[in-house]
C-alpha cells in the first residue's frame, strides 16, 4: 500500500508542477469519479460519484457517496462486501484569483457501513477452515491536500493525499472461542488487512489518497 501511496505522491506533484500556467475554467459545478476504490487496493472494490459546487470564491463544498459491488474483492481477500460510504468535504484552493482549482486544502468526514465474507482457519481441536462474516461502521476525519485541474474541454483532474483519524467498531459472527482462535492468516501475506479484522471499537492515524476524473457542468 505504501508503494502506491508513493505513485500517488509523485502524481500530484507532477501534474501541479505540469498544470503550472495552463489555460483552465473556473468550474462552478462539476461531477466527479474516485478511481482507485474500484481497484480494490485496500479494501472492498467499491463505486464512488460525487459533485463538488462553488460556494464563495475559491471555497467550494463537496460530496460523494457510494457502494460496494457483491462478489467482486478487489486486491484484497474480502469477497460479497455490501455497504455504502458517504464524504462530505470543505475545500480551500490556494489562490487570491477567486477560482476554485489548482492546489488545495480541505477537511474530509467520512462515514463507512460495510460487511463482507472472510475464510480462514480456526486453530480448535480438531482444527477447521470456516468462512464467517465480518461487519463494521467506520468514521473518520482527515485533513487533505491536492490539485484540481479543470480544463477547457470540461475534463477534471482531482488528485489528492492526506491524513487524519479514524474510528472504527467491529464484529464478526465467530463465537468468542472461535475468534480467540482464528489465525487472520499471516502478516506477511495480507499487510493491512491483519488488522483490519480486530474486532471492537478502535481508533487509529488515517491515511487517504485519491484519483477523480469528472466532468464540468458549468
Known amino acids: 500500500m505504501i508503494k502506491y501511496r508513493s505513485h500517488l505522491i509523485i502524481f500530484l506533484f507532477f501534474l501541479s508542477n505540469f498544470s503550472f500556467g495552463q489555460d483552465y475554467i473556473d468550474p462552478k459545478l462539476c461531477i466527479e469519479s474516485n478511481l482507485l476504490p474500484l481497484l480494490g487496493i485496500d479494501d472492498c472494490s467499491s463505486y464512488r460519484v460525487g459533485a463538488e459546487l462553488k460556494i464563495h470564491n475559491n471555497i467550494s463544498a463537496y460530496v460523494?457517496?457510494?457502494?460496494?459491488?457483491?462478489?467482486?474483492?478487489?486486491?484484497?481477500?474480502?469477497?460479497?462486501?455490501?455497504?455504502?460510504?458517504?464524504?462530505?468535504e470543505i475545500k480551500l484552493y490556494l489562490n487570491r484569483d477567486k477560482v476554485c482549482y489548482g492546489n488545495y486544502l480541505s477537511i474530509e468526514g467520512v462515514y463507512k457501513k460495510q460487511s463482507y465474507d472472510w475464510t480462514d482457519t480456526i486453530k480448535l481441536v480438531p482444527q477447521y477452515i470456516k468462512?464467517?462474516?465480518?461487519?463494521?461502521?467506520?468514521?473518520?476525519?482527515?485533513?487533505?491536500?491536492?490539485?484540481?485541474?479543470?480544463?477547457?474541454?470540461?475534463?477534471?483532474?482531482?488528485?489528492?493525499?492526506?491524513?487524519?483519524?479514524?474510528?472504527?467498531?467491529?464484529?464478526?459472527?465467530?463465537?468468542?472461542?472461535?475468534?480467540?482462535?482464528?489465525?487472520?492468516?499471516?502478516?506477511?501475506?495480507?499487510?493491512?488487512?491483519?488488522?483490519?479484522?480486530?474486532?471492537?471499537?478502535?481508533?487509529?492515524?488515517?491515511?487517504t489518497m485519491g484519483i477523480k476524473i469528472g466532468y464540468r457542468i458549468k
Open 131 to 207: 468462512t464467517f462474516r465480518m461487519s463494521k461502521n467506520v468514521e473518520c476525519l482527515d485533513v487533505k491536500y491536492g490539485y484540481l485541474a479543470s480544463f477547457k474541454s470540461g475534463i477534471i483532474i482531482d488528485v489528492y493525499t492526506g491524513i487524519g483519524i479514524r474510528f472504527k467498531d467491529v464484529s464478526s459472527t465467530l463465537s468468542p472461542q472461535e475468534y480467540n482462535s482464528v489465525t487472520f492468516g499471516k502478516y506477511e501475506d495480507y499487510g493491512d488487512t491483519f488488522y483490519e479484522n480486530v474486532i471492537g471499537k478502535l481508533s487509529c492515524f488515517n491515511i
Open 64 to 88: 460523494e457517496g457510494g457502494g460496494y459491488f457483491s462478489g467482486v474483492s478487489g486486491l484484497q481477500i474480502p469477497f460479497n462486501a455490501k455497504g455504502y460510504i458517504a464524504k462530505a
